[in-house]
């Protein structure tokens, strides 16, 4: 089976939870044995860094990948208020992609193409004049869900009205997606169930999480000393506004009770306001070169996410490390776990409290988290199994 894979940023090197997930996805394929051909988009944002990238991926996927200037234009961004495309999709069309895309469907045969995200379908007409392959829309997350949490969450009525204006027009562009692809993979049971209520034919739907080799997470002994940390980009809006809710409003609670804690906060662009003077018990890590070995440095990962859709990879791969997970729930939505188990939960104040304290009196369990997180995700999220079930959802798209 031929795959081309039409990416919104370079999989790789895996910056974010979106790179993870799709550089999994290609791995899970290649180690299937089907040919992986990868199309991908790069932004001033998600640069392509191909002296971080090995010659061997680089010839295994016949990798390719084009600039394109998807920064907000506010003169743009103004006058989309006055037609029925959505502005956040249409940032990513460029003329010299499509015609690359264009020229490459021309010249090769693809039994699936599969875009990665609803970012990916603005060259959808494209594949459908050029291409008798299957067209399948991985969705990360349900884009318009994101934008209405937004808004609902957002005091500011300007400002709230203008998120429903987005999330309505995103709403509107996938349900017209719906009716042109072949088959839709989405990422966690929500998004497949919301998909099926917008009349997706449950046939040509699946779930297919994140997928990871757990080999590739090296078991290590917990840190001695309890710490919190965040990892995540706050250029992404719902990290940025769940970590500031956290800050202001549960950390000064947190540092009283418990003034040797310490909050990591690690990622791309962090605001210069986050800093030990405002916040005091908080240490600015940023971008960190080995995700991996910061989170295994550490002992409890934060996820604080307030208005988010779809599933975080970081949670995973925190599980994968046997990190003890302290998550909102919707911060821990798409993940099918058990509560105070699996994952902890906490929406409040309260919450946060209750479960740190238990942590602090009952330090055993930082311990024993560490053989239920790795067996949790071994259960559920290894890469060959998934990619296996994946490879049999294409094939029945195949012979329809």
Not at 38 to 62: A, E, G, N, W
Not at 259 to 276: C, S, T
Not at 299 to 318: C, T, Y
Not at 378 to 386: S, T, V
Request: glycine share 4%; with cysteine.
């Amino acid at each position: 089976m031929k795959v081309l894979q039409l990416c919104h940023k370079p999989p790789k090197p895996s910056l974010d939870g979106g790179c993870l997930a799709m550089d999994a996805l290609t791995k899970g394929l290649l180690d299937q044995g089907h040919e992986v051909k990868i199309l991908s988009i790069h932004t001033s944002k998600h640069p392509y860094l191909k002296d971080k990238l090995d010659d061997s991926y680089l010839k295994t996927t016949s990798f390719e990948s084009i600039f394109v200037d998807t920064r907000v234009s506010i003169v743009n961004a103004f006058s989309n208020l006055f037609t029925q495309d959505s502005y956040n999709i249409n940032r990513f069309f460029s003329a010299a992609f499509d015609i690359r895309l264009k020229n490459l469907l021309q010249n090769e045969k693809f039994d699936i193409i599969q875009f990665e995200s609803l970012f990916m379908m603005p060259y959808l007409s494209t594949v459908q004049k050029h291409s008798n392959g299957k067209r399948v829309l991985r969705s990360h997350n349900l884009e318009y869900l994101i934008w209405q949490r937004m808004a609902d969450s957002t005091k500011n009525v300007a400002k709230k009205l203008y998120l429903k204006h987005l999330a309505k027009k995103l709403e509107l562009f996938e349900l017209d997606v719906i009716k042109k692809v072949h088959g839709i993979v989405a990422i966690t049971k929500e998004d497949y169930e919301k998909y099926s209520s917008l009349n997706a034919k449950k046939s040509n739907l699946i779930t297919i999480p994140f997928g990871i080799n757990l080999a590739e997470y090296s078991e290590e002994d917990p840190p001695e000393e309890i710490s919190l940390f965040h990892l995540g980009s706050l250029e992404w809006t719902p990290n940025l506004e769940g970590v500031t809710w956290f800050l202001e409003h549960i950390w000064p609670a947190i540092r009283e009770e418990f003034p040797k804690l310490v909050f990591y906060l690690a990622g791309r662009k962090i605001p210069a306001k986050f800093n030990e003077e405002n916040y005091p018990g908080i240490k600015v890590v940023g971008e960190v070169a080995d995700a991996k070995e910061f989170i295994s440095s550490k002992s409890i990962m934060l996820v604080p996410i307030l208005s988010a859709g779809g599933m975080r990879v970081k949670i995973i791969e925190g599980m994968a490390l046997g990190k003890i997970i302290l998550s909102t729930k919707l911060g821990a939505e798409g993940i099918d776990f058990k509560e105070n188990e699996d994952i902890y939960l906490a929406d409040t104040k309260k919450d946060f409290l209750k479960n740190i304290r238990d942590f602090h009196e009952n330090p055993e369990k930082i311990n024993t988290q560490k053989k239920v997180s790795r067996e949790f995700v071994c259960a559920n999220f290894d890469n060959q199994k998934l990619s296996i079930k994946l490879t049999e959802f294409y094939l029945n798209l195949l012979d329809k």
